[in-house]
């Protein structure tokens, strides 16, 4: 299983970017995709899940980036996407994506495997 998460950068307020999350070694029908975020002094939280584990798509989102936040899949290109519209500085944050089996969770524990951080870095 390995996951490689891209897109971040620097953005003004207001403004957007499109995470991605390549995955191998697994087939997306069968495990969440979670997406989490880590700001320096404080914990990971999660921001976004998507999962199709009992039959239907599925998807979450943290109360802080509803309506703002849109995450996808593609599973053609075993990819899974993050759309970020109206960025805020406390969107500020390395993120990361996150695979288990089964259903979506919240809570970072609970996934078995990571890709490595995005930065996103949201600044005037």
């Known amino acids: 299983v390995q996951l490689q998460a891209s897109g971040g950068g620097l953005v003004q307020p207001g403004g957007s970017l499109r995470l991605s999350c390549a995955t191998s070694g697994f087939t997306l029908d069968y495990y969440a995709i979670g997406w989490f975020r880590q700001a320096p002094g404080k914990e990971r939280e999660g921001v976004s899940c998507?999962?199709?584990?009992?039959?239907?798509?599925?998807?979450y989102y943290d109360d802080s980036v509803k309506g703002r936040f849109t995450i996808s899949r593609d599973n053609a290109k075993n990819t899974v996407y993050l759309q970020m519209n109206g960025l805020k500085p406390e969107d500020t944050a390395v993120y990361y994506c996150a695979t288990d089996r089964g259903r979506c969770s919240m809570w970072h524990r609970a996934y078995e495997w990571w890709g490595q951080g995005t930065q996103v870095t949201v600044s005037s």
């Open positions: 998507i999962s199709s584990y009992d039959g239907e798509i599925k998807t």
